[in-house]
């Protein structure tokens, strides 16, 4: 009998990494295949940066607190940041649709609603997509496509030195915390249908959660200043994940200063709500959509005016792996949780 081995025994990491590791590129126009936040494709002039991400029901999205319109803002957000995050400019989206019955044309209208508007903000042409059914929810694929025309620009995962400094944009936890607050009222409105949700106080949070942004400034202004991060990654996952990331493809290892993290009040203010350390929510919740990125210490000068950026770290040698500095002078091991979907 043929050995059955449950998806859980790799985690989605593991899993990306056993399937697709005798997958090698042949093309000479495949510069960047599998493995960084999006594939870079060499044309006759220019080079097109491409990347797509799922949205599945029930695991990434739950309908119950997720207004369709919202949905669809999101499913559009996230892969443009995935563009962003290699330095480069989104252009071109496809969309592809599973829908079971139970979604009328006024839902998906909605959702189309939400999409249409991301397209406006972030200046993106909807350009095809696919349409199909599903036995049971929704599922939702969207591909984002950007070009450039000096590769020297773009910015992977790999390309982190020892010595370069850490920076993160915005501030972290926020879409976690959201989260949180958003399952917790869930919970209360499931055991009493009476209890109406108290979601105003944490307005904010909620709609890091549901509604987030991609970093379109951060990648303008590098251009401005004429600078190249020497690797970059959006936080999907969360800091530790996403800056294990980094950590593996360049070769390096990272410490970061627990004091330098930034955190917006209301959200550490939710942590300590839900009894939760506020820089484990930090570390590790994900969809906060910021930008983790390295500079050469030469460089430094360069941000000392860019709004909403800060240092929180160095890369240092792969044999000191990544750490946690904390204020008390103690240093952790960091370890990254990411996400396990299955
Ligand atoms: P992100 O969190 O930035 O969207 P992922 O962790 O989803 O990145 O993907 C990491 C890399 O693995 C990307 O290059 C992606 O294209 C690739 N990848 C993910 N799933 C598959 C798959 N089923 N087949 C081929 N490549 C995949
Ligand atoms: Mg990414």
């Given at each position: 009998m043929s050995k059955v081995t449950d998806v859980n025994e790799y985690g989605e990491f593991g899993l990306i990494d056993h399937l697709t590791k005798s997958i090698k590129?042949?093309?000479?126009s495949t510069i960047m295949a599998i493995g960084d936040d999006a594939a870079v494709i060499k044309n006759a002039r220019d080079y097109s940066v491409i990347s797509t991400d799922m949205l599945v029901e029930g695991i990434h999205f739950d309908v119950r607190y997720s207004p369709l319109k919202h949905l669809g803002y999101k499913s559009i957000v996230v892969n443009l940041s995935d563009i962003f995050a290699m330095n480069v400019?989104?252009?071109?989206?496809?969309?592809?649709?599973?829908i079971s019955s139970k979604y009328s044309?006024?839902?998906l209208e909605e959702l189309y609603e939400g999409i249409e508007t991301a397209c406006k903000f972030y200046n993106v042409d909807l350009v095809g997509g696919d349409t199909t059914s599903n036995l049971k929810g929704m599922a939702l694929s969207v591909t984002a496509v950007g070009t450039t025309t000096d590769k020297e620009t773009i910015s992977y995962r790999?390309?982190?030195k020892v010595g370069d400094i850490l920076c993160i944009t915005g501030s972290l936890g926020a879409a976690y915390l959201g989260l949180q607050i958003l399952e917790r009222e869930k919970q209360l409105f499931l055991s009493d249908e009476t209890i109406a949700p108290e979601l105003s106080k944490h307005t904010y949070l909620i709609e890091r959660q549901l509604k987030p942004e991609a970093n379109k400034a951060a990648i303008e202004y590098f251009k401005?200043?004429?600078?190249?991060?020497t690797s970059m990654i959006d936080v999907s996952d969360g800091l530790s994940s996403d800056l294990m990331h980094i950590c593996k493809q360049s070769d390096v290892g990272a410490f970061i200063e627990e004091a330098k993290v930034p955190m917006i009040e209301e959200a550490k203010a939710a942590a300590l709500e839900f009894n939760m350390d506020p820089i484990t929510c930090a570390l590790n919740g994900g969809e906060d959509y910021e930008l983790l990125f390295t500079?050469?210490?030469?460089?430094?000068?360069k941000i000392k005016f860019m709004p909403d950026v800060h240092i929180i770290g160095e890369i240092v040698d792969k044999k000191d792996k990544l750490s946690l500095h904390t204020p008390g002078g103690n240093?952790?091991?960091?370890?990254?949780?990411?996400w396990n979907h299955f």
């Open positions: 590129p042949k093309l000479s400019v989104p252009q071109h989206v496809t969309v592809s649709i599973a044309v006024e839902a790999s390309g982190a401005k200043i004429s600078l190249v991060p500079l050469d210490p030469m460089d430094i000068e240093i952790h091991p960091l370890r990254a949780q990411g």
